[in-house]
């Protein structure tokens, strides 16, 4: 083989390679960023697919979030896929939710929705439709949960339907203490009354 084809194949051979690093490059890209906020109490960590193409730059794919405060209470909060917030940059617009929120010697309470805001700087999260709320073995239905970390507070509204073994209630808003994991069930209209059905 003479010394021109030789060169040839050379040059063809890295042009390949060239493309092959410039596509991986600039067109995947893995983002694992571990987090600490100013206090040092919360460890949050990211891990997601991120495309770059132009007509998906804000759509992140399997997008999980994961807290823990020096108490080691977790806060673990994943979704199919979410989009960033160009007008808010510490909140993230996520799409078939999953979370969970684990206390020392509590059991877990799983909370599922079709969408969520997250904030990243203190992990409040508002889920929004098909709210589905597990706690033991009583489950709660309904429209829209705020999740308040800094009032320890969980808020369920609208078309809010709890079951738990012996109890079926229809009502406007239940409130969970994260503390002491106590419920509040009420109506906003305080004339209405509380739908309850109860085996005995």
């Not at 599922?112 to 239905?141: E, H, L, M, P, R």
């Not at 009032?151 to 969970?176: C, F």
């Amino acid at each position: 083989m003479d010394i021109k084809k030789t060169f040839q194949y050379g040059l063809l051979i890295l042009l390949i390679l060239a493309s092959f690093l410039f596509y991986y490059k600039y067109f995947k890209e893995d983002v694992k960023i571990i987090k600490k906020d100013e206090l040092g109490n919360t460890e949050n960590k990211k891990e997601a697919k991120i495309y770059s193409k132009s007509e998906n730059k804000n759509i992140i794919e399997n997008l999980k979030y994961v807290s823990e405060d020096l108490l080691g209470n977790t806060y673990v909060v994943t979704a199919k896929s979410a989009t960033l917030k160009e007008d808010k940059l510490n909140e993230v617009q996520l799409f078939e939710v999953n979370a969970q929120i684990a206390r020392e010697n509590q059991e877990i309470i799983y909370i599922f929705s079709k969408t969520a805001n997250y904030n990243k700087v203190n992990n409040n999260t508002v889920f929004k439709k098909k709210v589905n709320v597990k706690y033991g073995n009583q489950i709660i239905d309904s429209e829209i949960l705020n999740l308040n970390f800094k009032d320890n507070l969980i808020e369920i509204l609208e078309n809010v339907y709890y079951v738990d073994e012996n109890t079926k209630i229809k009502a406007d808003k239940v409130e969970i203490d994260l503390l002491d994991k106590k419920l509040k069930i009420s109506m906003i209209n305080k004339q209405d009354k509380v739908n309850i059905i109860s085996k005995y």
